[in-house]
């Protein structure tokens, strides 16, 4: 059974840093595309980073540069988001999805281009 979950989500204050993780499953993470996306209360749900399954391409989102960045433990079947500088703009339910042999269009990525996606973890940030 596919599955992915994540962990890692909670409350801090403004400027705080913050580490998710996401655990794979049922499957390996090796030739699959990761991703994560959010969606704030009220809001679509929104591309934050990715990066494709070979590793040779990734995207930011313009609001994650320089603060967030995606990576992967393919021995562990662990990705992961490290977030710096936390903003309160940046509460929202965090979601990695995954596609088997999946890119990363540079232009953004969306909902339709992951089919295995995780339960969502909630980040609030508070000032």
């Known amino acids: 059974q596919v599955q992915l979950v994540e962990s890692g989500g909670r409350a801090v204050q403004f400027g705080a840093s913050l580490r998710l993780s996401c655990a794979a499953s049922?499957?390996?993470?090796?030739?699959?595309?990761t991703a994560w996306f959010r969606q704030a209360p009220g809001k679509e749900r929104e591309g934050v980073l990715c990066?494709?399954?070979?590793?040779?391409?990734?995207y930011t989102a313009p609001f994650a540069k320089g603060r967030f960045t995606i990576s992967r433990d393919i021995a562990k079947n662990m990705m992961y988001l490290q977030m710096n500088n936390l903003d309160i703009t940046d509460t929202a339910v965090y979601y990695c999805?995954?596609?088997?042999?999946?890119?990363?269009?540079?232009?953004?990525?969306?909902?339709?281009?992951?089919?295995?996606w995780g339960q969502g973890t909630q980040v609030t940030v508070s000032s």
């Open positions: 049922g499957f390996t993470l090796d030739q699959h595309a």
């Open positions: 999805a995954a596609e088997y042999l999946g890119g990363c269009p540079r232009r953004g990525i969306g909902e339709t281009n992951f089919e295995d």
């Open positions: 990066l494709s399954s070979s590793g040779a391409s990734s």
